[in-house]
Nanobody, 118 residues
């Protein structure tokens, strides 16, 4: 089970740090990622981190978002800086199958809402 938190309302240019807590050790054994879904749009993968710590980002967030994890705490993070209105979405964490950039299981938590106001 994955539980996301840390979202909120922030002004353009502001920052937020999202957290994703797992009840198991999934962060140690598989690639994990942050996905987001804006109203009327498909869910997209914005960042992922492998079990060894390598990271990758969508072009839309590169240079502004940083993904990290703490294996000892079974927790992943997404530091979001220089936020833009286009970043407004519900953010979810889940596993990432690298070959398809989709999760191994199509099972999602409640997510955390991020709203960037101009």
């Amino acid at each position: 089970q994955l539980v996301e938190s840390g979202g909120g309302l922030v002004q353009v240019g502001g920052s937020l740090r999202l957290s994703c807590t797992s009840s198991g050790t999934i962060f140690r054994v598989t690639t994990m990622g942050w996905y987001r879904q804006a109203p009327g749009k498909q869910r997209e993968l914005v960042a992922h981190i492998t079990n060894s710590g390598s990271t990758n980002y969508a072009d839309s967030v590169k240079g502004r978002f940083t993904i990290s994890k703490d294996n000892a705490k079974n927790t992943g993070y997404l530091q979001m800086n220089s936020l833009k209105p286009d970043d407004t979405a519900v953010y979810y964490c889940n596993s990432v199958r690298i070959s398809t950039m989709t999760p191994f299981r199509d099972s999602w938590g409640q997510g955390t809402q991020v709203t960037v106001s101009s």
